[in-house]
């Protein structure tokens, strides 16, 4: 299952990176949000990304250094792409996202497996 979840983390990720570089027919433009739904969108989509790359691995830190140079890569390419400014607000919705989905995964990692103290012996 964890196999199936990183690949459609993989192919979002895809997607994710056409859209925000597409042609003209899907281009930047036509799917345009601003204002704090923008923002929330940004965070929405990098808090799954995260979550479904992350399924079944132990450790996810660097997943999410890796998520957030990813985030960045875009930006930078979009205002190479569409002549733009680099929005840093979206750089930081996209930090903001995987911050909150490393702490979610971090806590249910701990609820699901408790911390089990050595002293104690059943018989």
Partial sequence: MSRFLRLAGIVFLALLAFFALAPSPFSKGRF??????????????????????????????????LLLAFGAALEFLQTRRYAIWLEYRDI???????????????????????????NSRRP
């Fill in 92 to 118: 930081f919705a996209d930090a903001a996202g995987i911050l909150l989905a490393y702490i979610t995964r971090s806590i249910w990692i701990m609820d699901a497996c408790p911390p089990t103290d050595l």
């Fill in 32 to 65: 345009a949000t601003f204002g704090l739904l923008h923002a929330a969108l940004h965070a929405a989509l990098f808090f799954v990304s995260f979550h479904l790359i992350a399924a079944g691995a132990r450790r996810s830190g660097g997943l999410a250094l």
